[in-house]
């Protein structure tokens, strides 16, 4: 099972930048995509975007939508990465990598939290 590791989390006040890292452990196979949830104290898992590896689509939550982006880097293959401008409080969550078919993913990182303040 693919092993996934998040990094890049912090605090911010509203309106800043973060970029968030996720690395796997082995390519994945075409057919999978990578994504990212988010978790808040007391609140469901959401889903917050998607990239699909073979080809790169990309989906965003409409919360999400315009602010940030899910991105592939050509040095690291195993990577991917989720921009994230114009940061809100209440984009504060736990933010948790995903990998796999699309809505049966399996394998999950630990998380990295972001934490924003107004």
């Known amino acids: 099972q693919v092993r996934l590791v998040e990094s890049g989390g912090g605090s911010v006040q509203a309106g800043g930048s973060l970029r968030l890292s996720c690395a796997a452990s082995?390519?994945?196979?075409?057919?999978?995509?990578m994504a990212w949830f988010r978790q808040a104290p007391g609140k469901e898992r959401e889903f917050v975007a998607r990239?699909?590896?073979?080809?790169?689509?990309?989906?965003y939550a409409d919360s999400v939508k315009g602010r940030f982006t899910i991105s592939r880097d050509g040095a690291a293959r195993n990577t991917r990465y989720l921009e994230m401008n114009n940061l809100k409080p209440e984009d504060t969550a736990r933010y948790y990598c995903?990998?796999?078919?699309?809505?049966?993913?399996?394998?999950w990182g630990p998380g990295t939290q972001v934490t924003v303040s107004s």
């Open positions: 995903t990998a796999g078919v699309h809505d049966s993913y399996r394998s």
């Open positions: 082995e390519r994945l196979f075409s057919s999978y995509s």
């Open positions: 990239i699909t590896w073979g080809d790169h689509r990309t989906y």
